[in-house]
């Protein structure tokens, strides 16, 4: 692995589309358990983050 694209979302079966992005670190999504591991293998590659909300809340992520 080289790059990693990061998004969150937030499950809500409300929807017809029930995964609903979220700004990073908002959502269901436990980075820590994600982040750690790859920290471990002392990956060197890159981490992208991709929030797909707003700018106000791209600007809060």
Known sequence: MRHIHLKDYHYD???EKPFRHVSIGDGDIDYKTL???????????????????????????
Do not use: D, M
């Open 13 to 15: 079966n409300r929807f």
């Open 35 to 61: 982040i750690l591991p790859l920290h471990r293998l002392r990956y060197s590659g890159s981490l992208s983050l991709e929030p797909e909300v707003n700018q106000e809340n791209t600007l809060k992520a």
